[in-house]
């Protein structure tokens, strides 16, 4: 590839001239240099290899770049179907407890006192339970869970303080065949006046 004699070098695409330099003409700044290299003028047809390089570069990227947006924008549709999702949840889980909270304020309000505290509160919370109904279905579907889950061995009482934990387990189905759960427990208390 590289043919070289005492007088002189050159690289075959004729871009360096070497040449080999007498002692005389050795420079001492630059640690007794041996060769002098000298780049020669381009000729017409040759390119520096930096412009192809960047053209090639510049395409890989915009491909990368299309290829990415295009698989990541199915993603999104599904991320915020699943945002819904969520978000129906959680407000039907408000609204479950808050009709929930109703019931057992009025169910403790109606508390005589002198009583077993209890068994009154059980009679109370299905009677006030069934104000919720329209025939034979309630207005929100999750609180006939609540029915099985009224008994002496869940009701607690502190004082004043009367209270009942309730495990309630919300549902939702979507036509995609796709169906969520979403199961909590949540203490619910009123005071005796």
Do not use: C
Not at 26 to 53: G, H
């Amino acid at each position: 590839m590289l043919k070289m004699d005492k007088k002189s070098a050159r690289v075959p695409n004729q871009l360096l001239n070497i040449k080999y330099l007498p002692d005389s003409k050795r420079s001492a700044r630059v640690f007794n240099q041996l060769f002098e290299i000298k780049f020669l003028p381009n000729s017409k047809r040759s390119m520096e290899l930096s412009i192809p390089l960047l053209v090639l570069v510049t395409i890989v990227l915009v491909i990368s770049a299309l290829v990415v947006f295009n698989f990541n924008s199915r993603g999104v549709a599904s991320k915020i179907g699943d945002y819904t999702l969520l978000d129906d949840m959680n407000i039907k889980e408000k609204q479950i407890n808050f009709y929930i909270n109703d019931i057992v304020e009025n169910s403790i309000s109606g508390i005589l006192k002198g009583s077993d505290v209890k068994v009154q509160f059980i009679d109370n919370f299905n009677t006030e339970l069934n104000t919720y109904k329209n025939g034979d279905e309630f207005y929100v579907k999750e609180l006939g869970q609540l029915k099985s889950q009224v008994n002496s061995n869940n009701i607690k009482i502190n004082g004043t303080k009367v209270s009942i934990v309730f495990r309630i387990e919300i549902g939702k189905e979507f036509s995609e065949k796709m169906t969520g759960v979403y199961s909590y427990e949540k203490e619910f208390y009123g005071f005796l006046s």
